[in-house]
């Protein structure tokens, strides 16, 4: 198993993409803490099945937005399995609205929760990943980093700023064995792509040249590749992952 003897952190853990990642980590062998808001059952769920299929699992509730919950929910991690190797910031809402209609709220809702909790949770971890001279970072982009979706204003700074924030952050920890990349996801069929997908998920399709919709595994396989040994030379990279959205053919 490519991960045996790790300790992971994921940040919305407890469903859609996040849920994937910590199977993905897990069936590689690494013990996984996970990180979710507010629905306990579907987390209190995930760690019953985890364990079942005889894994290590840990469920903490905490809130990404706020510094000092992020800070407790790595000293948890730390005081149950002593390290961290591995962080998946991958928590992450939408709020979308035309900028003249989006109110404050809605701006810095998204900007804390998609933004803020990657320096919450990097931050936290950079000393203990800095002694251990050892770390795989992954921070959640999206193609929405990139695109100019009307509506979007909040998400795409949002997820431009984790994008650059990965650049630096990789550059200051490079030489202590810490690699840090992002993912940036297409149309992946969650809880938070629903309502869109339902409105138009036929006409999606025929935007993305492979003809289907993202499956959460699709960014589990990246991300459980951006975790292993094997990516030791890549850092500061984003990886998309969008059935070819991105490329803009016809
Ligand atoms: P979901 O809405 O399905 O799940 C979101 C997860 O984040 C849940 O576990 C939720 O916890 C947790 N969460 C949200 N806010 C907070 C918070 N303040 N504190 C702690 N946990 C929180 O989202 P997806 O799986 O679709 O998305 C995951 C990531 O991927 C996000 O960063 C998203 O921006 C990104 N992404 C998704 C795409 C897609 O098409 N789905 C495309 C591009 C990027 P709880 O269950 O308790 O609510």
Same mark, same amino acid.
């Given at each position: 198993?490519?991960?045996?003897?790790? /300790?992971?952190?994921?940040?919305?853990?407890?469903?859609?993409?996040?849920?994937? +990642?910590?199977?993905?980590?897990?069936? *590689?062998? &690494?013990?996984?803490?996970? %990180?979710?808001?507010?629905?306990? $059952?579907? &987390?209190?769920? @995930?760690?019953?099945?985890? $364990?079942?299929?005889?894994? *290590?699992?840990? !469920?903490?509730?905490?809130? /990404?937005?706020?510094?000092?919950?992020?800070?407790?929910?790595?000293?948890?991690?730390?005081?149950?399995?002593?390290?961290?190797?591995?962080? /998946?910031?991958?928590?992450?809402? +939408?709020?979308?609205? @035309?900028?003249? @209609?989006? *109110? $404050?709220?809605?701006?810095?809702?998204?900007?804390?929760?998609?933004?803020?909790?990657?320096?919450?949770?990097?931050?936290?971890?950079?000393?203990?990943?800095?002694?251990?001279?050892?770390?795989?970072?992954?921070?959640?982009?999206?193609?929405?980093?990139?695109?100019?979706?009307?509506?979007?204003?909040?998400?795409?700074?949002?997820?431009?700023?984790?994008?650059?924030?990965?650049?630096?952050? !990789?550059?200051?920890?490079?030489?202590?064995? %810490?690699?840090?990349?992002?993912?940036?996801?297409?149309?992946? $069929?969650?809880?938070?792509? *629903?309502?869109?997908?339902? !409105?138009?998920?036929?006409? +999606?399709?025929?935007?993305?040249?492979?003809?289907?919709?993202?499956?959460?595994?699709? +960014?589990?396989?990246?991300?459980?590749?951006?975790?292993?040994e094997e990516s030791s030379y890549?850092?500061?990279?984003?990886?998309?992952?969008?059935?070819?959205?991105?490329?803009?053919?016809?």
């Open positions: 198993m490519k991960l045996a003897g790790r /300790v992971a952190l994921v940040t919305g853990g407890s469903r859609g993409i996040g849920k994937a +990642i910590v199977w993905a980590l897990a069936k *590689e062998g &690494a013990k996984v803490a996970f %990180v979710y808001r507010s629905n306990q $059952e579907a &987390a209190d769920k @995930l760690v019953a099945d985890l $364990e079942l299929d005889q894994h *290590e699992a840990l !469920a903490i509730q905490a809130d /990404v937005k706020d510094k000092k919950q992020a800070d407790a929910a790595v000293e948890k991690v730390l005081e149950k399995w002593e390290k961290i190797d591995i962080l /998946v910031n991958n928590a992450g809402i +939408i709020r979308d609205g @035309l900028l003249a @209609l989006m *109110e $404050e709220d809605m701006w810095t809702d998204v900007i804390e929760t998609n933004l803020n909790s990657v320096y919450n949770f990097c931050h936290a971890v950079t000393r203990p990943m800095m002694s251990a001279r050892y770390g795989r970072v992954i921070n959640m982009s999206s193609v929405a980093a990139s695109y100019s979706n009307p509506g979007q204003a909040n998400y795409a700074a949002s997820k431009g700023g984790v994008e650059g924030f990965t650049r630096c952050f !990789a550059t200051e920890l490079a030489r202590r064995g %810490v690699t840090v990349n992002a993912v940036a996801p297409g149309f992946i $069929e969650t809880d938070m792509t *629903e309502a869109v997908v339902n !409105a138009a998920g036929a006409q +999606i399709k025929k935007a993305i040249p492979v003809r289907r919709l993202g499956r959460p595994d699709d +960014i589990s396989n990246a991300v459980l590749f951006l975790a292993s890549i850092t500061g990279q984003v990886l998309t992952v969008d059935g070819g959205l991105s490329l803009g053919g016809m």
